[in-house]
Nanobody, 122 residues
Framework: QVQLVESGGGLVQAGGSLRLSCAAS????????MGWYRQAPGKQRELVAT??????NYADSVKGRFTISRDNAKNTVYLQMNNLEPEDTAVYYCNADIWYASGLLSRRGDYWGQGTQVTVSS
């Protein structure tokens, strides 16, 4: 069993900053990729940023404002969000593509965090 625990969401004024964290725990063998997605009310879930060992990808709407990073030793991914805008208001979800141990087997799974609310006021 693998669990993703998110933290760092909250209420912030436009132009402010927040730092989201997502820590994976469990019988983890390796993490191929981690990322952040968000879903605003009435909208579909959209990609914010992803990170692998060799590539980082951002949505156009957050380029230059958000920075994704990863601490492999802690199995943790971060999202530094600067110059926040009201349009960034959403529930932010952590995602990870993980190889984990299940008894004598190695399994691969796509896991999601519980989501953390980010609200940006005008």
């Amino acid at each position: 069993q693998v669990q993703l625990v998110e933290s760092g969401g909250g209420l912030v004024q436009a132009g402010g900053s927040l730092r989201l964290s997502c820590a994976a725990s469990g019988s983890i063998l390796s993490i191929n990729a981690m990322g952040w997605y968000r879903q605003a009310p009435g909208k579909q879930r959209e990609l914010v940023a992803t990170i692998t060992s060799g590539a980082i990808n951002y949505a156009d709407s957050v380029k230059g404002r958000f920075t994704i990073s990863r601490d492999n030793a802690k199995n943790t991914v971060y999202l530094q969000m600067n110059n926040l805008e009201p349009e960034d208001t959403a529930v932010y979800y952590c995602n990870a593509d993980i190889w984990y141990a299940s008894g004598l087997l190695s399994r691969r799974g796509d896991y999601w965090g519980q989501g953390t609310q980010v609200t940006v006021s005008s």
